[in-house]
């Protein structure tokens, strides 16, 4: 099965630049989504197809996707962008989501 | 816009089925274009697909899950719904129904209900 590999955790400094990683086998050949998730909610789609972004969601949010690294990159990170963050793609018919990756802003 | 509830018992017993309703509002499940999903996470873990269904019935299942899993839809009540047979503790999780885009080639889940907290234990 498909499987996506996620940094347990990542900081980043107020007004600095995160990037949070997903790899996988070629995953550059495959479409990529992220979500974020506060603690007690919902995950929300803040990225579709390697570098969408839904109506709503802030232009700091971008990603990209090449080779075997999907990347979530958020600019001028805010205290609010706390969060864990996961990727997911679509496999042999099945969903997969990545283990999840913890922001923390400093 | 559309927004997804989920509903059902918060404690299921050992070996008994759990069952799971998700109801649909600001839009119709009848209207086609999206699959409807059911998603689970652990305490303190990661996400975990259940599977989906289609408004006509189609239903996809995560092979891991697929022996234990019916996933049905209900269009006059604008609902679908799961259930999960022979339950054990590993099946307490919080429960997620989410709608995802009908595509050729992926699927994305947006939005999501706010998820229910179902635990297995006697």
């Known amino acids: 099965s498909y499987e996506l590999t996620q940094p347990l955790s990542v900081s980043v400094a107020l007004g600095q630049t995160a990037r949070i990683t997903c790899g996988g086998n070629?995953?550059?050949?495959?479409?990529v989504h992220w979500y974020q998730q506060k603690p007690g909610q919902a995950p929300v789609l803040v990225i579709y197809?390697?570098?969408n972004r839904p109506s709503g969601i802030p232009e700091r949010f971008s990603g990209s996707n090449s080779g075997n690294t999907a990347t979530l990159t958020i600019s001028r990170a805010q205290a609010g962008d706390e969060a864990d963050y996961y990727c997911?793609?679509?496999?042999?018919?099945?969903?997969?989501f990545g283990g999840g990756t913890k922001l923390t802003v400093l | 816009q559309v927004q997804l509830q989920e509903s059902g018992p918060g404690l299921v017993k050992p070996s008994q089925t759990l069952s799971l309703t998700c109801t649909v509002s600001?839009?119709?499940?009848?209207?086609?274009?999206?699959?409807w999903s059911w998603i689970r996470q652990h305490p303190g873990k990661g996400l975990e697909w259940i599977g989906y269904?289609?408004?006509?019935?189609?239903?996809y299942y995560n092979p891991s899950l697929k022996s234990r899993v019916t996933i049905s839809v209900d269009t006059s009540k604008n609902q679908f719904s799961l259930k999960l047979s022979s339950v054990t503790a590993a099946d307490t999780a919080v429960y997620y129904c989410?709608?995802?885009?009908?595509?050729?080639?992926?699927?994305?889940?947006?939005?999501w209900g706010q998820g229910t907290l179902v635990t297995v234990s006697s």
């Open positions: 989410a709608r995802s885009v009908v595509t050729a080639t992926d699927n994305w889940f947006d939005p």
């Open positions: 600001g839009g119709s499940i009848s209207s086609g274009g999206y699959y």
């Open positions: 269904i289609y408004y006509s019935g189609s239903t």
């Open positions: 070629n995953i550059g050949s495959k479409n």
């Open positions: 197809r390697d570098s």
């Open positions: 997911q793609v679509w496999d042999s018919s099945t969903e997969v």
